[in-house]
């Protein structure tokens, strides 16, 4: 059955993905001509966890100067950390800015099928979401990907309170679109946070496992095989 709602994970199921916080931090330091030293990385995570319930509240604000004014303080203590100038700390940020909110990237990149199968989608009417556990800076990453005007909602999860597997995060797209559970499709590469979490509501869904040798149910390898994943459900 055709779904009235297609919910899409993005990071490694719309955008090749390569981002953690320190290994970020790192990446942009080195394209800066930073030089750091070797504790580097540990240094920037023992700063960042203790910071994370204040980073989901920023995020919830869902502006972007709260946002990136927590991410330059960051630098900030992490550059003072080091030891190293702390002036440069809104510049390096900056870098990790258009990381994010530019392209070519060496942190994101649109897979090729991504946008073939989202115009075939809304060529037939489907109502299209982009649920994905990210923050704020979501919003712009898909822009600078021409996605954005494919998809009828954008739901990040830092913003949003709640994260897959979490069924509220599910529930708020469905509750958005005035969609029940057998109306709606999710897609996503990861076993837990959107298999397991679209199942156990009893949402259908399907694993995108692009390294995997074909398609069998509830595996496809690539989005390319949507449709034909939407008829397992028949």
Same mark, same amino acid.
């Given at each position: 059955?055709?779904?009235?709602?297609?919910?899409?994970?993005?990071?490694?199921?719309?955008?090749?993905?390569?981002?953690?916080?320190?290994?970020?931090?790192?990446?942009?330091?080195?394209?800066?001509?930073?030089?750091?030293?070797?504790?580097?990385?540990?240094?920037?995570?023992?700063?960042?966890?203790?910071?994370?319930?204040?980073?989901?509240?920023?995020?919830?604000?869902?502006?972007?100067?709260?946002?990136?004014?927590?991410?330059?303080?960051?630098?900030?203590?992490?550059?003072? =950390? !080091?030891?190293?100038?702390?002036?440069?700390?809104? %510049?390096?940020?900056? /870098? &990790?800015?258009?990381? @994010?909110?530019?392209?070519?990237?060496?942190?994101?990149?649109?897979?090729?099928?991504?946008?073939?199968?989202?115009?075939?989608?809304?060529?037939?009417?489907?109502?299209?979401?982009?649920?994905?556990?990210?923050?704020?800076?979501?919003?712009?990453?898909?822009?600078?990907?021409?996605?954005?005007?494919?998809?009828?909602?954008?739901?990040?999860?830092?913003?949003?309170?709640?994260?897959?597997?979490?069924?509220?995060?599910?529930?708020? =797209? !469905?509750?958005?679109?005035?969609?029940?559970?057998? %109306?709606?499709?999710? /897609? &996503?590469?990861?076993? @837990?946070?959107?298999?397991?979490?679209?199942?156990?509501?009893?949402?259908?869904?399907?694993?995108?496992?692009?390294?995997?040798?074909?398609?069998?149910?509830?595996?496809?390898?690539?989005?390319?095989?949507?449709?034909?994943?939407?008829?397992?459900?028949?």
């Amino acid at each position: 059955m055709k779904p009235k709602l297609v919910t899409f994970d993005c990071a490694n199921t719309l955008i090749w993905t390569d981002w953690q916080p320190h290994t970020f931090a790192i990446r942009c330091a080195k394209i800066a001509g930073l030089e750091l030293p070797d504790d580097a990385a540990a240094t920037y995570l023992k700063l960042f966890m203790p910071k994370v319930p204040d980073f989901w509240r920023v995020n919830q604000t869902r502006s972007l100067e709260n946002w990136r004014a927590f991410w330059v303080q960051q630098v900030t203590d992490w550059l003072s =950390a !080091l030891q190293l100038p702390t002036d440069k700390a809104l %510049e390096l940020h900056l /870098v &990790g800015e258009r990381e @994010i909110f530019e392209t070519p990237s060496h942190t994101f990149r649109l897979f090729d099928d991504a946008k073939p199968i989202l115009e075939r989608l809304r060529s037939q009417g489907i109502k299209l979401a982009i649920l994905s556990n990210w923050d704020t800076s979501l919003h712009g990453c898909v822009a600078a990907h021409g996605l954005t005007p494919y998809f009828d909602a954008v739901f990040a999860s830092l913003e949003e309170g709640y994260e897959k597997p979490d069924p509220c995060f599910f529930n708020h =797209a !469905l509750h958005h679109f005035n969609c029940t559970i057998e %109306e709606c499709f999710h /897609v &996503g590469d990861d076993l @837990i946070d959107d298999l397991q979490g679209a199942q156990d509501m009893g949402i259908q869904a399907a694993l995108l496992n692009r390294s995997a040798a074909h398609i069998s149910r509830p595996i496809i390898t690539s989005l390319s095989q949507l449709e034909e994943a939407f008829k397992w459900y028949d």
